[in-house]
């Protein structure tokens, strides 16, 4: 994988009764090397088999602590 910033942020996502849903990052998705297109990176795989993906924000390059979104 190239040193590019990640285009999106991959997250499971954990819905909660009553209270916020819990992301967590599971990997990222870049541009693709060879025309149109990205390359998704995953560390895990969500249980639910739900995978939502974000685009980064400022602080980190989206390395917030797990559970926040």
Not at 39 to 64: F, M, Q, S
């Amino acid at each position: 994988m190239s040193n590019k910033q990640p285009t999106l942020i991959a997250y499971s996502v954990k819905q909660r009764e009553g209270k916020q849903d819990f992301f967590r990052r599971i990997g990222a998705a870049f541009p693709h090397e060879k025309g149109q297109g990205l390359t998704i990176d995953l560390d895990a795989l969500p249980l639910g088999g739900r995978i939502v993906l974000l685009e980064p924000k400022d602080d980190k390059a989206a390395g917030k602590p797990e559970g926040e979104a």
